[in-house]
C-alpha cells in the first residue's frame, strides 16, 4: 500500500475544506499533488472516497467510513511525535524557556503555579512575552517562544501541536462608565453600529476585521484604555476587567454576551520547548491557568 501520512492529511483537509483546491492551500502543494494523493488513497483502499461528479466533491459512503479511521491514525501519530520530542527534551533542560501568553490569561494567585516552577527549575531564565492569535503562532514558528497560550483558533499550521486547556476564557462587551450605551439597559447590535469599535488587531489577514468607525490596538490592555477613556465599545476578557479596569468600565448587557472562548495550549514541533517546559504544560494541563 502507498498510505502515507501526506496523503491523509491531504484527504482530511479536502473534506475539511470542502475542495481539493482548498486542501492545496492549506497545505502549500499544488492542486495535482493533492488530487493523486487522494487517487493513491483510493486505489488501495479499492473504493472511490468522492464522487467528483458535482462541482466541489462530494464523500460517497465509503469515503464517510474511512474518515473517522484516517483521523484515528492522524491523531495517533500527533500523540507518538508529541511523546517523541518529550522523550528527546528529557536529556538536557534548558537554560531559557520562553512562552508566549495572550492577555487574556491573569496570574491566578490561588494556583501558585509559578511559584513551584520556581521551586522545580531556580536556575532557569524564564521570559514572558505579550502577543495574540496569530502571533503567537508566529513566534513558535521562527524559534522565538518555546510553549504558547491563546484562545482556540478556527484553524493551526501543521508544525504547531494544541492542547486544550480546561478553561474557558469569558469574554463580555464594555464601555466607559460616562458612555452613551451605559443608559441602555438591553443592548441590541443596532445600538452598538452607531458607535465606534474598539477591536483587537493582530497584524494578520483582514477576512475576520470589522469595517466601518473602527479604532485598533495589537494588545487588550491598550483597548482597555480606549474604552475606560470614552473612545467606543470593546470586548473585552473579564478577567482583565476585574483585575485592570479601576472601576471606570461598564459591562453592556446583552442576549448574547458574555461569550466563554475556549483556550489551547500551542508549541512548535521544530522549535520544542525542554523538559521545564513540558513541566510548566503538564501543570497547565491540569489546571487551565498560571
Not at 472511490?48 to 474518515?67: I, N, Q
Not at 492569535?133 to 484562545?151: C, E, I, P, S, W
Amino acid at each position: 500500500m502507498r498510505c502515507s501520512h501526506e496523503a491523509f492529511q491531504a484527504f482530511v483537509e479536502a473534506v475539511t475544506h470542502g475542495s481539493f483546491s482548498s486542501a492545496a492551500r492549506k497545505l502549500r502543494k499544488s492542486q495535482s499533488a493533492i488530487s493523486m494523493a487522494i487517487a493513491n488513497l483510493e486505489e488501495d483502499f479499492g473504493v472511490l472516497l468522492f464522487d467528483r461528479t458535482s462541482r466541489y466533491p462530494a464523500l460517497t459512503p465509503a469515503g464517510h467510513k474511512v474518515l473517522g479511521y484516517v483521523k484515528d491514525v492522524l491523531a495517533a501519530a500527533d500523540r507518538l511525535e508529541e511523546l517523541t520530542l518529550r522523550l528527546a527534551a528529557e536529556k538536557v533542560t534548558e537554560d531559557k524557556l520562553t512562552i508566549v501568553i495572550s492577555d487574556v490569561y491573569q496570574l491566578n494567585p490561588n494556583h501558585k503555579l509559578m511559584h513551584r516552577f520556581e521551586k522545580c527549575y531556580p536556575l532557569i531564565e524564564l521570559e514572558c512575552l505579550d502577543a495574540e492569535g496569530d502571533d503567537v503562532l508566529g513566534l513558535l514558528q521562527n524559534g522565538r517562544a518555546h510553549l504558547g497560550l491563546l484562545t482556540t483558533q478556527m484553524n493551526y499550521p501543521q508544525d504547531i501541536i494544541v492542547e486544550r486547556l480546561p478553561v474557558r476564557v469569558d469574554m463580555a462587551l464594555y464601555v466607559g462608565h460616562k458612555h452613551p450605551l451605559t443608559l441602555l439597559e438591553n443592548v441590541e447590535e443596532a445600538h452598538l453600529a452607531r458607535y465606534r469599535n474598539l477591536y483587537l488587531n493582530t497584524h494578520v489577514g483582514s477576512e475576520n476585521k470589522p469595517h466601518g468607525n473602527v479604532w485598533s490596538a495589537s494588545d487588550y490592555f491598550m483597548i482597555l484604555e480606549m474604552a475606560e477613556e470614552g473612545f467606543g465599545w470593546a470586548e473585552l476578557p473579564r478577567s482583565l476587567v476585574k483585575q485592570y479596569g479601576r472601576g471606570r468600565l461598564v459591562e453592556l448587557k446583552m442576549k448574547t454576551w458574555p461569550r466563554h472562548i475556549s483556550s489551547d495550549a500551542v508549541w512548535s514541533k521544530l522549535h520544542p520547548p525542554g523538559p521545564a517546559g513540558f513541566w510548566l504544560l503538564d501543570e497547565l494541563l491540569k489546571t487551565g491557568s498560571l
